[in-house]
């Protein structure tokens, strides 16, 4: 059974760190690109980070840049997502999926159309 788990949510201070884990069971990460999105309650869901099958490009959305940091591990067949500095507004469930392409193009990089075999997703909750 091809499946993505994420975990690594849970409730955090602002200005705290976490770091989300997407572990692929059933079939290999190797030759995929590899996206982070999220979703809070009453709004769509927006691409946060990308990453190439190399792990050699990256793309993330403007309101995580210089905090978040995506990263993969092939031998663990998992991609992180590294946050920090993290803000009430990053409040949301974030979500692991595999780029339906082998590499896409910038414009596509954190469009959610363009990614299949989603993850269950994970809660984060960013208060004081």
């Excluded at 976490?18 to 692929?24: D, E, G």
């Excluded at 403007?62 to 663990?76: E, L, Q, Y």
Aim: glycine share 10%; proline share 3%; net charge positive.
């Amino acid at each position: 059974q091809l499946q993505l788990v994420e975990s690594g949510g849970g409730l955090v201070q602002p200005g705290r760190s976490l770091r989300l884990s997407c572990k692929a069971s059933g079939f290999s990460l190797d030759f995929k690109a590899m996206g982070w999105f999220r979703q809070a309650p009453g709004k769509e869901r927006e691409g946060v980070s990308y990453i190439s099958p190399s792990g050699i490009t990256t793309e993330y959305a403007d309101s995580v840049k210089g905090r978040f940091t995506i990263s993969r591990v092939k031998a663990n067949n998992t991609v992180y997502l590294q946050m920090n500095n993290l803000k009430p507004e990053d409040n949301a469930v974030y979500y692991c999926a595999v780029a339906n392409v082998y590499q896409l193009h910038i414009t596509q990089r954190l469009r959610a159309n363009f990614y299949d075999n989603w993850g269950q997703g994970t809660q984060v909750t960013v208060s004081s």
